[in-house]
Every structure is written in C-alpha cells, then in structure tokens.
C-alpha cells in the first residue's frame, strides 16, 4: 500500500503522514527533508545557491539516508543526523533554489522510489510532488491544502518566537516558487483526494486519512 500525501507547507502534512502510517502499520518518508538535508549539505560546503550549475554540479556528492519508522523518523547526510540543523530559517530560505535544479530533483526522486519500493508492508510519503511525479502509481493520492492564515498561524507556532505576518508572506513566497518551477512543480494530481484542513483539527485530518486508505484497501 503506497499512499502519496501532497501539499504546500503548513497544512499539516507531516504530522497527519507520520499519525496515519503510525495507526496503520505503515513506514513513513518525509521528501522535504531529503530537499532540505541537500540543501544544508550545499550550504555548509560553501556551494553558490544562486548558480544552477554548481548545484547541478554537486547534487550527486552527498550521502543521503533517511530512516522510516513513523514512531522516529531520521535523517542524516555523510552519516551525521541532520534533524535538527535542516529545519533552520536559512535552509528554508534556500531549499526551493536549490529543489528546482533538475539534476537534484532526479537525485532525490531515485532515491525516494527506491525507499518506496523497499517498504515491505507499504508507506505514507509526503512532499509535493509524490503523486504527480514520484510515485505516480500510488495507491491512494491525497492533496492537503488550507488558507494561507491558518498555514502561518500554524507554522509560527511550530517555529517559537515567529511573526505570522512574516511567515504567511514566506509560505506564499515558497508556493509560488514550488508551483512555478519547471521541474515536477507543486500540483495536485488529477486523481488525488482533496482535503481542506483550514477548519480541521490535527485529529479530524488524520481520521478522514485514514478512512481513505481503508475504504481503498477494502477495495483492493
């Protein structure tokens, strides 16, 4: 069972992917981190975020691992747990530049289908690609979306001490650049399930989720 969960950030993906695959037996994989891992990997090796081609260049080099259990889900470049550093505002800043070059997208997506396949009793994967581009063939595709508001009031709470102004102006900055990239854009697939979480509770989201994945696998 491979369900794909989409959607642009602060809608609650993480949180409902990792709860979903937890309650169903399921491993999990966050694709952001992969895209922010390289992109801190980029940043710390002093690699121009503003020249495609130096990416391009370079995105083969790290070692990327990301470790699946829902309960603890790791990841680490060259063998060092990046957790904690990948989630800084400067990687945020600089993860759609360095996710839109072609040569990285086709790096992490192999990497990602390869996670998939391996995931014996199946897997929750959520970015923003997955069931457009990664994993076309996901059994069960859902698109997560919510107001731009209830996205910053939720992502400034995630990220202590942070203006909702400010970080409402970030998130539709970031959806912009995701969703006009060339390269596998943020877009819902035509076959996905379209939840809208502004109204919902973190609970209701992972409820409606997991109905979805049971109504499919009742009718597999």
């Known amino acids: 069972m491979i369900v794909a969960i989409d959607g642009p950030a602060g809608t609650g993906k993480s949180s409902t992917s990792k709860a979903v695959a937890a309650q169903l037996g399921l491993s999990y994989l966050d694709t952001g981190a992969q895209y922010r891992a390289i992109t801190w990997w980029m940043v710390s090796n002093g690699i121009d975020i503003d020249d495609p081609s130096a990416i391009a260049a370079a995105a083969g080099k790290p070692e990327i691992a990301s470790g699946t259990d829902p309960e603890g889900p790791t990841i680490t470049v060259d063998g060092v747990d990046v957790a904690a550093p990948i989630r800084t505002q400067e990687v945020s800043s600089k993860v759609s530049a360095v996710s839109a070059v072609p040569e990285v997208r086709a790096r992490i997506t192999e990497l990602q289908r390869s996670i998939a396949a391996s995931a014996k009793q199946g897997i929750v994967v959520e970015g923003r690609d997955i069931g457009t581009t990664v994993l076309p063939d996901a059994d069960l595709k859902v698109f997560l979306t ?25 998130l539709i900055k970031r959806d912009a650049a995701d969703s006009s990239r060339k390269t596998s854009p943020l877009a819902k697939a035509d076959d996905a399930v379209e939840v809208d979480t502004t109204e919902l509770t973190l609970a209701q989201v992972i409820e409606c989720v997991v109905t979805l994945v049971e109504e499919k696998r009742a009718g597999k």
Do not use: F, I
């Open 146 to 170: 919510a107001s731009p508001e209830a996205r910053a009031a939720r992502r400034s709470g995630e990220l202590k001490g942070s203006d909702v102004h400010s970080t409402r102006e970030a």
